[in-house]
């Protein structure tokens, strides 16, 4: 399978605890982005990846939140101290230069935070 | 104020019927827009770029009005397959940096 590749796919865990969540693009799209969606809404905008570059932070994203692509490949998002209001689908998408409104999103990480 | 909102629906119609989607958008210097389509527990997709002058895929009509700021879809001969969530989407910068509405939900009934 070529496409976008995330995991874990469900992800329960205690308030208070971090956890990481890996995102696998395709492999020859230089753009990488995170995006959170809760139930009822559209996905909303975290974060962007050019390659190994994290060029825009959403406002949403607190200090708690950190992306990394350390080689412009894969990618992780990991959130400290999670809390409630962190449950959510994590989605991440890839995309190849330019600007044709295409992105390929993975089947999403879903976090429940008890 | 959301940048992009659309009516939450659900829109429940029966098969063949044609029903019309719109949403507005709040930054005038939004360059593209795009409609989304998301099916129960599954990611986003593409359905079709929207252009100034509408264009049509098949069933599917998109609609811009950059004076309104207004993004329209029209599907007709609604099928049962077409059950599902409607993004309307902007993109807000230079890279693909999609902007979605909540979404507006169909059930097609037989």
């Known amino acids: 399978d070529t496409g976008v590749s995330q995991n874990p796919r469900h992800k329960i865990t205690k308030r208070g605890q971090n956890v990481t969540f890996r995102c696998d693009p395709i492999s020859e799209h230089n753009r990488l982005y995170w995006y959170r969606q809760t139930l009822g809404q559209g996905p909303e905008f975290l974060t962007y990846f050019q390659n190994e570059a994290q060029l825009e932070k959403s406002r949403l994203l607190s200090d708690r939140f950190s992306a990394e692509r350390p080689k412009g490949s894969f990618s992780t998002l990991e959130i400290q101290r999670t809390e409630q209001g962190d449950s959510a689908m994590y989605l991440c998408?890839?995309?190849?230069?330019?600007?044709?409104?295409?992105?390929?999103f993975g089947e999403g990480s879903r976090l429940t935070v008890l | 104020r959301k940048e992009v909102e659309q009516d939450p629906g659900p829109f429940n119609v029966p098969e063949g019927a044609t029903v019309a989607f719109n949403c507005t958008y709040s930054?005038?210097?939004?360059?593209?827009f795009f409609w989304y389509r998301q099916d129960c527990r599954k990611e986003p997709k593409l359905l079709m770029s929207?252009?100034?002058s509408g264009n049509e895929d098949g069933r599917f009509t998109a609609q811009l009005n950059r004076a309104s700021q207004y993004i329209s879809l029209l599907i007709r001969d609604s099928k049962l397959s077409d059950s599902a969530t409607y993004l309307c989407v902007v993109n807000a910068g230079g890279y693909n940096k999609l902007i979605f509405g909540a979404g507006t939900r169909l059930a097609v009934h037989p």
């Open positions: 998408a890839s995309s190849s230069t330019g600007d044709t409104g295409e992105l390929f």
């Open positions: 929207v252009y100034s």
């Open positions: 930054n005038s210097a939004s360059q593209s």
